[in-house]
């Protein structure tokens, strides 16, 4: 019995030892602790170019928190979040290579920088300098127009005698100069359309054959105006016509024609890409149906809007053709 | 000849039937029934404040339970019990139905397996099927009797069994070599049924294996699994949720105390799986725990240790008795703003309707206030720790003294690496007065004390320090025989800072509630008890409510009860 006393208390002992590291659930200290800054907020890379360049920020917390870094040109109005939860700010979760979030582009200009804390009151501001904006694209993209010359005169195109086109400078999605896209048609949904043929765009070569890794990129800059029924008034398509026999010409009979069409409900410009392989097949395309980027002969851009529902609006602001993934994201 | 003649033909008729009175077929009852009546009325501060409530309220009702058992043959018994119920204010029937309460078929075959089907009471061992008893009942009074039997006989709490439907089997063998003897016991029942569109058919089957051997040792082998079934729902993923528990007891006599040394260990899997096989979700846990108890005619003592792995989760063993997502039946809404009232100490002393009669596939919600240290029986995750207890009797049985202690350390931190301390402890005397003293009637007098502390250390946010006290009381005299006044007194006060846990629907913690306490609840009794049986009486009682939480300008209330109940229990 004298044994059995002594094995109970060493298995007692064994098991009193073995408690755990580690704790189970989230840390008190981060959902009800007091933040504080434990290091400062600092930017790495001020005065960067993001031609090459980047910068990242650096900051210590109390706690896991959630944080959010917002960078504002102060010529341009571009914006830049970087969001995160920890407590620390570093390299690895705010690295910047001049990317944007909110269009349009940087430019060489001053920017505010502000860090804040979506649970907290807690603002620390701080300013940044860009001395080269940073250049989109892997090498592989092809600019079909940035509007910076004007208005190619080989774009032909037609707008409703009340409607207009015109370049525009100030306020452009990049650089300076945008087309302007706008009027009221109320006969026709037809506001006007313009036609880019691939042998007038800004830079030449020919796109990639497989069309899951091409995309087709370009800056609109919508309004808020709504139709009388509380829809977004202005409804963009984009038509992609395809030479399959390379003789120059479309031919709807024995021809793709491909196309994607979407309402303009967003204020301001954004970027809207599509991948090639996305595109939906024309009703009428006679063609071989198979997408085939290597083959376009140009694309046309329409802007339409119901006849009743008024004023309408798409500015068009850099139209570029990318590899692999949509032009942002590289 | 003739009186032959009427002879032999009468022989020949009755013969048959005297042959047919032979087999033990027959029909026999038995039932329980009831007579209960309360009436609350608000008193206090709240009876001026609160303009909404009514002044009083109350119901009260009359019970039969008729148990019909038929004997077909002498191997088995068809048991149903149907209950007659009507509430106290209606007319015509309006207030009276007829419920099926229990149906269950028993029986033996060949004289080996014995069987049951329908209805039946399981229980294995407290880390994987146990029916623990609920918070603030420990030590009770006797004096409260009225009350814990309504609770118990209403949700099918008879000791630390579950209610449940299935199957259940068993038979023992004896043999004469090194092995003493084995005994089975299977089960197989259906805890949840289809739900149209809802969750899937809960079963649970289980089965215990106990061998004796010569030499005072027993093993025994305890399995659950509870699983919900893929096909019943459209659910697509399912829960799975096996516990074993293997038991080794060891007994020995020396001098004049018996000695009984038990160790339980085991572990536990719970998981969630998709309908392609693969595992949303899975934790393991083990458990181990070791008692050395002694015992003689007057004294028992023990001193125990267990381990629970935060992990270790068991539907059978960890399903609370007290269903906090519930309504109390006493004014389920006060205060102007018509709040849901939360249960309270008198809810759970007093209401069967807050109880909970099925398993649950999750933790269920418990207050901390009322039960901060196991809130989930001896099957808590997360404890380790030893513990003690001690009874003593004198000679005539007219002092009773039970006492015990149990200090316990989370093995992990909740939400910091600190880790809670956590200690209970209890007291309790009984004094049969009319041995001990010049009093010639019947006299018992009881009373008990106990307390929960919970202690963290760190920083302010990290820091707890909880405290709480339940003192009970109960005194009992007779008045002429069988007639007794009775008084009793609970009394609860909670005190300190929490921090409360909320998880998800996979038990994990995701967040916390920092808790304030500065409670005090008390009940107060006198009425009187007249006992035909330990088991048939009737009590008539009047009852002092209050319930006081400093922390809540509105969690007040002052009640004043008169309630009156006959029983009977056959």
């Known amino acids: ?125 701080d300013s940044f300098v860009i001395n080269g904006a940073k250049n989109y694209g892997n090498g592989s993209e092809l600019v079909v127009s940035d509007f910076e010359n004007g208005f190619n005169p080989n774009f032909t195109n037609f707008f409703q005698s009340t409607c207009l086109k015109k370049i525009e400078t100030g306020d452009a999605g990049q650089s300076d100069r945008f087309l302007v896209q706008e009027g009221t048609c109320d006969w026709d949904w037809l506001i006007g359309y313009v036609d880019y043929p691939a042998n007038h765009w800004l830079q030449q070569g ?69 991948k090639y392989s996305d ?29 009743a529902s008024g004023f309408a609006k798409a500015d068009v602001d850099y139209i570029v053709w990318s590899e692999g993934s949509p032009i942002l994201n590289q | 000849m003739t009186k032959f003649i009427k002879n032999l033909i009468f022989f020949l008729i009755l013969t048959p039937l005297l042959s047919s009175g032979q087999v033990a077929q027959k029909v026999w009852y038995d039932g329980n029934s009831r007579a209960m009546f309360y009436r609350d009325a608000l008193s206090g501060d709240l009876k001026d404040i609160d303009t909404t409530s009514t002044r009083s309220e109350g119901e009260g009702y009359t019970a039969i339970d008729l148990g019909m058992h038929f004997t077909p043959n002498n191997q088995i018994e068809i048991f149903s019990e149907i209950r007659i119920k009507n509430d106290f204010g209606y007319m015509w029937g309006s207030g009276a139905y007829v419920d099926l309460r229990r149906l269950s078929v028993k029986g033996i075959l060949n004289d080996r397996i014995s069987f049951n089907l329908g209805d039946m009471f399981l229980k294995q061992t407290v880390f994987t099927l146990n029916n623990f008893d609920q918070e603030l009942s420990k030590y009770e009074p006797s004096v409260f009797q009225a009350y814990r039997d309504l609770i118990e006989y209403e949700n099918f709490y008879f000791d630390d069994y579950w209610r449940m439907q299935g199957l259940q089997s068993n038979f023992s063998y004896t043999f004469y070599n090194a092995i003493n003897s084995v005994e089975a016991d299977f089960f197989a029942s259906r805890v949840r049924g289809v739900e149209w569109l809802g969750e899937p058919e809960l079963l649970m089957l289980g089965g215990t294996s106990l061998i ?35 038991q080794l007891e060891y007994v020995k006599k020396i001098n004049d105390l018996n000695y009984k040394a038990s ?51 068991s539907a059978g063993a960890q399903s609370r008795r007290v269903n906090y997502i519930s309504a109390p039946s006493s004014y389920a809404y006060y205060t102007n703003n ?12 007093t209401d069967p309707n807050v109880y909970n009669n099925r398993l649950s596939t999750s933790l269920m919600h418990y207050n901390t206030l009322y039960t901060a240290v196991s809130p989930y029986g001896e ?59 010049p009093l010639k009637n019947k006299t018992v007098f009881e009373a008990s004390v106990s307390n929960e502390n919970v202690e963290r250390g760190g920083s302010d946010l990290e820091a707890i320090s909880f405290n709480s006290m339940m003192l009970s009381a109960g005194l009992s005299y007779e008045l002429f025989k069988n007639l007794k006044i009775i008084g009793g007194l609970k009394s609860f006060a909670g005190k300190g800072n929490e921090v409360g846990s909320q998880r998800d629907e996979y038990d994990q913690v995701v967040g916390y509630e920092l808790l304030d306490f500065d409670s005090k609840e008390d009940i107060l009794m006198l009425g009187l008890q007249y006992n035909f049986t330990n088991d048939i009486y009737f009590s008539l009682q009047t009852n002092k409510i209050d319930i006081d939480d400093k922390t809540s300008e509105i969690s007040q209330l002052s009640l004043s009860r008169i309630y009156f109940m006959f029983n009977m229990n056959l």
């Open chain 2, 263 to 313: 160790l339980d260990l085991g572990g536990s899997t719970r998981g969630w799986q998709e309908k392609n096989g693969t595992t949303i979700y899975e934790a393991s846990g083990s458990f181990l725990k070791g008692v050395l108890k002694a015992t003689n005619k007057r004294i028992m003592t023990s001193v125990g240790f267990s381990y629970v792995d935060p992990d270790f989760r």
């Open chain 2, 379 to 437: 099957a808590t995750p997360n404890r380790v720790g030893p513990s003690f207890s001690f009874e003593y009797k004198n000679k005539d049985n007219s002092v009773l003294v039970s006492t015990e202690a149990a200090y316990y350390k989370e093995l992990i931190g909740q939400g910091t690496t600190e880790k809670r301390a956590l200690f209970s402890s209890g007291l309790m005397l009984t004094a049969h007065l009319e041995k001990l003293s």
């Open chain 2, 338 to 349: 018509t709040l849901l009232r939360p249960i309270s100490m008198m809810d759970i002393t």
């Open chain 1, 279 to 307: 595109l939906i097949l024309a009703w009428n395309s006679g063609g071989n149906a198979i997408r085939e980027p290597n083959k376009i002969l140009k694309f046309r851009t329409l802007l339409l809007a119901n006849p």
């Open chain 1, 1 to 125: 019995m004298k044994k059995l006393t002594y094995l109970f208390l060493l298995i007692a002992a064994l098991f009193i030892s073995c408690e755990k590291d580690g704790i189970e659930g989230p840390n008190l200290n981060d959902l009800f602790g007091e933040l504080n800054i434990i290091e400062n907020f600092m930017i790495v890379g001020d005065s960067a170019s993001f031609t090459s360049g980047s910068a990242y920020f650096t900051a210590k917390f109390s706690k896991i928190v959630d944080w959010k870094i917002s960078i504002t040109g102060l010529s341009s109005g571009a914006e830049k979040i970087i969001i995160g939860k920890s407590n620390e700010i570093n390299a690895t979760n705010s690295l910047w290579r001049g990317e944007v979030s909110l269009l349009p582009f940087f430019k060489e200009e001053n920017c505010s920088v502000l860090l804040t804390f979506p649970m907290h009151s807690d603002t620390i501001s």
């Open chain 1, 206 to 274: 020919t796109l990639n054959a497989n069309p899951d890794n091409v995309y087709f990129n370009m800056m609109i800059k919508g309004d808020s105006t709504l139709s009388p029924t509380n829809e977004a008034n202005s409804l963009f398509k984009l038509e992609f016509y395809e030479d399959e026999n390379q003789d120059g010409y479309y031919d709807q009979n024995t021809e793709d024609r491909l196309e994607v069409e979407f309402d303009v409900n967003w204020n301001g410009w954004k970027m809207y890409s599509v």
């Open chain 2, 212 to 246: 004796k051997l010569e030499n005072s040792l027993s093993v025994a082998i305890n399995h659950v699994n509870s699983f919900e079934v893929q096909s019943s729902s459209l659910d697509t993923a399912t829960y799975y949720n096996p516990v074993t528990n293997v």
